[in-house]
C-alpha cells in the first residue's frame, strides 16, 4: 500500500502557509520545515511545490522565489526559453536523421520521419511567434532619428 512521505508531507504543510512572492533560501526552508535541503530534499520541495501547483524562480545554490504578479511574466518567459531550446535540438536531430537515412528507411518509417520532420517545422513556426511576443521591446532614441516609429502615430 501506498504510504505518503513524511518530508513531503511536511513540505506540502509548510508551502501552502507560505505567502505568494515570498523568498526563501534554502536555509530558511530547512530550518523551518526541518527538512534537510540536500539533493533529496530539493526534489521532494519541487514535488511538493508542484503538487501545490505553486510556480517558483529558481535562484541557484540560494533559494527559490514563489510566484507573484511581479515575477508572473519571468516564469513565462522561462518555460518558453525551455520549450524553445529543447524544440530547437528536436528540429536540428530530425533535419539531421532525415538528410542522412531517408532513403534507406522502409516506407513506414519514411512516412513517420517525414511528419515527424514537418510537425516540427510547424511547431518551430508557432514557438518563434510567441518568442516575438516575449522579446523586450527594443528602445528606440528618437532624437537621433528626428521622427516617431510608426507605431507611435
Known sequence: MF???????TLKAFFSEIPKGAFL?????????????DNRGKQLMRSALRSLKIEYACNSGV?????????CMYLVTGRM???????KRADKTTTRMTERYVQDLP????????????????IK?????LSDIYKKPKLINVSETGKLP????
Open 3 to 9: 504510504k505518503p512521505n513524511e518530508e513531503m508531507l
Open 25 to 37: 533560501s534554502y536555509n530558511e526552508i530547512q530550518a523551518k520545515s526541518g527538512v534537510k535541503m
Open 63 to 71: 533559494g527559490i522565489e514563489l510566484e507573484s504578479e511581479k515575477n
Open 81 to 87: 526559453r525551455k520549450v524553445s531550446s529543447g524544440l
Open 107 to 122: 516506407p513506414a518509417d519514411r512516412d513517420r520521419l517525414v511528419a515527424t520532420a514537418s510537425l516540427f517545422g510547424t
Open 125 to 129: 513556426a508557432l514557438a518563434k511567434g
Open 150 to 153: 510608426p507605431s507611435w502615430k
